[in-house]
């Protein structure tokens, strides 16, 4: 296509030089017909052609010009829309991997609870160790922690599986976790199950 617009351009310049060369000449004989009246008569059919080609090739070039420009505008559209369908794959396969991680993770946080300093095998320390790792990765791939104890009910992070009328809380305060809740950026992977006063 680029190749036919240059193409186009080079005509349109030859055209141009013609147009010239035939404009001087008519004007030539203009001047030799005022100084002898019996000379040949203008040609002016030649020059009304290569106007008539001339603005035929304007014409075809400001159309490839036109088309130049619609499919750079739709390449960019395309570019910016699957940069952002990219993203957005991105995100749900973190998504969909890490909800079947997480409960691992809640097994793991059990089982440190409920161990005992006493450990004879150093299960408790492998165990934090591999808790550990587990965070890490949940922080290398920006998830994070929804908090929830002392923070408000929101139905958009929490879910509330209890509820207490206490009036050492304030209304709609969350007082405990039973399951933490994480997310990515502002996408929920697991609302955190609490229980709620008043």
């Known amino acids: 296509m680029f190749k036919d617009v240059i193409t186009l351009m080079k005509e349109d310049n030859a055209v141009k030089k013609c147009q010239e060369t035939e404009e001087s000449k008519v004007e030539q004989r203009g001047a030799d017909a005022g100084d002898n009246q019996s000379g040949p008569p203008e040609d002016t059919g030649s020059a009304s052609e290569l106007n008539t080609k001339l603005e035929e090739k304007t014409r075809q070039v400001e159309d490839y010009v036109n088309l130049l420009q619609r499919?750079?505008?739709?390449?960019?559209n395309y570019k910016k829309r699957t940069a952002k369908e990219k993203e957005e794959l991105y995100i749900t396969s973190v998504i969909d991997i890490m909800t079947n991680v997480l409960p691992i993770m809640d097994n793991m946080e059990k089982a440190l609870e409920s161990c005992t300093t006493e450990d004879p095998g150093g299960v408790v320390e492998g165990v934090g160790m591999i808790l550990r790792q587990f965070k890490e990765?949940?922080?290398?791939?920006?998830?994070c922690e929804?908090?929830?104890?002392?923070?408000?009910?929101?139905?958009?992070?929490?879910?509330a599986v209890a509820h207490i009328e206490d009036s050492n809380f304030g209304e709609g305060e969350v007082v405990e976790e039973f399951r933490k809740g994480y997310r990515l950026k502002d996408r929920v992977i697991r609302h955190s199950m609490v229980k709620v006063a008043n």
């Open 71 to 76: 499919t750079l505008a739709e390449f960019d």
């Open 137 to 143: 990765m949940l922080k290398a791939y920006d998830i």
């Open 146 to 159: 929804i908090e929830a104890v002392g923070q408000r009910f929101d139905p958009e992070l929490h879910e």
